[in-house]
């Protein structure tokens, strides 16, 4: 897992990093909010003064006092601006009461999707959960856009949330002034010209480093990248009914061998799979692997396809296969060659005029069936932290993440820990496992096959 990284610090308005600003205008095609759920040891008495502790708190942590705000006529890209103090960012769902309940509400949801030019952030508690794991409790779900934030810059915004460590004073509230919104339009137009010649400028030179990549993995110094997978029964719309389950476990039973959590869990996926797919598919899973921050961009991560190897029948050996596998991917994610073709591709972005980016985005057409996919699945991991987080009096038991379905996966999986508990959230849609319970026994029995082979 990822270590969670520091905050920034970043002015009251500036504009959206390109690839921040792509996240924000998919969103409208592909519904991507995190909803970062905790669970605290809390039958939360008082809420009303916890409710108001939280206002105050939000309102010092940079990630949630931001909104987006977009530019005439797509002269340039979004900015972040100062959000005023919202009362109805926070809500209390008193009629759910069972742990089931609260997950089949957290499903639901998914489908009301923040609007981040109002507010990037909502905040879902759910008091007295009677048999939440580990006893009655309360839940808090923190609903992000994505744009605002990556996993990591996300778990940090929830560190500070729940926290009780003193946070910088408040932004004072600036409304830009009109005169200088339009100045900054007529300077983002009178400007195309130089910005285009420093696109086609920046494509030459990531060209040069894309050939260099080339190179470097036609001689073996560097990983090949992974190969793509025909798509599975996993791999459509969801287009039924959106489920989340979850599987709490002490860290210690997710290393047993000397695996680490991730390969762990993947190669409990890929046991899982087999069992619900059946032998035949060769799978891979989408795994989310950390990148170098980039100045003002919030979202600083990457993709890749680490394969499950379900043809092979000893679990220790697949264990092995995927590990190397995944060991792969990212040392050829992190090679300099890498990394020098990623900048030279940001800078050229960085150039393309916003209304450009934008169109882009606006011809992707979500009902496309890929004729390959990277992944059958997702498995994203992310470390959040120790356990010293507090809410309603208690402290955190556990924290779990359902990344979001796309229109080709309706089955993810979110790998999170705080302290020394990790929880498997996973997410699914009915249009590709009919039985969410079924696959979760699955998941679990996988689980329990993977800890007694390396044992």
């Not at 103090?85 to 957290?106: F, G, N, Y």
């Not at 356990?387 to 229109?407: H, I, M, Q």
């Not at 959230?425 to 998941?443: C, H, K, M, R």
Request: neutral net charge.
């Amino acid at each position: 897992m990822p270590r969670v990284r520091a905050a920034h610090n970043r002015p009251g308005s500036t504009r959206l990093h390109p690839t921040d600003a792509r996240a924000y205008w998919m969103a409208s095609k592909i519904p991507s909010d995190q909803f970062l759920l905790y669970c605290f040891a809390s039958e939360s008495g008082d809420l009303d003064s916890e409710v108001a502790r939280l206002h105050e708190r939000s309102s010092r942590i940079e990630v949630l006092s931001r909104r987006i705000s977009d530019v005439a006529c797509g002269l340039d890209y979004p900015r972040w601006t100062e959000a005023g103090p919202r009362s109805d960012a926070i809500s209390v769902h008193r009629k759910t009461s069972t742990w089931s309940e609260c997950l089949d509400a957290i499903a639901a949801s998914f489908a009301r999707q923040v609007d981040p030019r109002v507010s990037v952030w909502h905040l879902h508690l759910y008091p007295n959960i009677v048999d939440a794991p580990g006893g009655t409790a309360l839940v808090a779900v923190l609903q992000l856009s994505h744009a605002a934030a990556d996993g990591t810059l996300a778990a940090r915004a929830a560190r500070d949330l729940f926290g009780t460590h003193p946070l910088p004073p408040a932004c004072v509230q600036v409304k830009p002034r009109a005169a200088f919104e339009s100045a900054s339009t007529i300077v983002a137009a009178a400007t195309l010209p130089l910005r285009l010649a420093q696109m086609v400028r920046g494509g030459v030179r990531a060209r040069r480093d894309a050939l260099s990549l080339g190179r470097g993995t036609d001689s073996g110094d560097i990983p090949p990248p992974a190969h793509s997978r025909a798509p599975t029964d996993l791999d459509v719309p969801p287009t039924g009914r959106t489920s989340v389950r979850t599987i709490v476990l002490p860290k210690t039973e997710l290393q047993s061998g000397g695996t680490t959590v991730t390969t762990f869990v993947l190669t409990a996926v890929s046991v899982a799979l087999q069992r619900l797919l059946g032998d035949g598919p060769d799978l891979a899973a989408e795994v989310t692997v950390a990148r170098d921050e980039r100045a003002d961009a919030r979202n600083n991560f990457g993709n890749v396809g680490v394969g499950l190897f379900p043809a092979e029948p000893d679990i220790r050996t697949r264990s092995q296969l995927v590990a190397a596998d995944l060991a792969a991917r990212r040392a050829r994610a992190n090679h300099p060659l890498s990394r020098a073709a990623r900048a030279s591709q940001d800078d050229v972005e960085a150039h393309v005029p916003a209304f450009l980016a934008e169109w882009g985005v606006a011809q992707f057409d979500p009902t496309a069936a890929p004729p390959m996919v990277t992944g059958n699945t997702v498995v994203s991991s992310v470390s959040r932290g120790a356990a010293d987080l507090t809410l309603g009096g208690g402290r955190v038991r556990f924290t779990a993440g359902f990344p979001a379905l796309s229109p080709a996966m309706s089955l993810t999986h979110g790998v999170h820990g705080i302290g020394d508990t990790v929880t498997i959230g996973i997410t699914s849609n009915s249009a590709a496992v009919p039985d969410p319970d079924l696959y979760e026994a699955l998941l679990r029995d996988a689980l329990d096959k993977v800890r007694t082979a390396l044992t």
